[in-house]
């Protein structure tokens, strides 16, 4: 059975950090791409960030330079650090794996930015 549990997520004063993490299960998770997605309310779910099978990463350029992406494969896991957050990055942050055909997503962890 594939599960991607997503954690760390809360209540950060603009400025501050998170770091996400995803642990997976049930797929050959060093073969998977491995991406982060966000939602906020009545607005679609964008990719944030992404990580290769070979650690080859891209980010969305509203997280450049904040954002970073990482992935243990010892551990079946991913992260997402993220630093200087904004108020504009509340959302719903959601985990994604693929290993062809396959897509597979978390349930999410919400990030709220506010003073």
């Known amino acids: 059975q594939v599960q991607l549990v997503e954690s760390g997520g809360g209540l950060v004063q603009p400025g501050g950090s998170l770091r996400l993490s995803c642990a997976a299960s049930?797929?050959?998770?060093?073969?998977?791409?491995m991406s982060w997605y966000r939602q906020a309310p009545g607005k679609q779910r964008d990719l944030v960030a992404a990580?290769?099978?070979?650690?080859?990463?891209n980010y969305a350029d509203s997280v450049k330079g904040r954002f970073a992406i990482s992935r243990d494969n010892a551990k079946n896991a991913v992260y997402l650090q993220m630093n200087s957050l904004k108020p504009e990055d509340t959302a719903v942050y959601y985990c994604?794996?693929?290993?062809?055909?396959?897509?597979?997503w978390g349930q999410g962890t919400q990030v709220t930015v506010s003073s």
């Open positions: 990580i290769t099978s070979g650690g080859n990463t």
């Open positions: 994604n794996g693929r290993v062809a055909p396959y897509s597979y």
């Open positions: 049930g797929f050959t998770f060093s073969s998977s791409y």
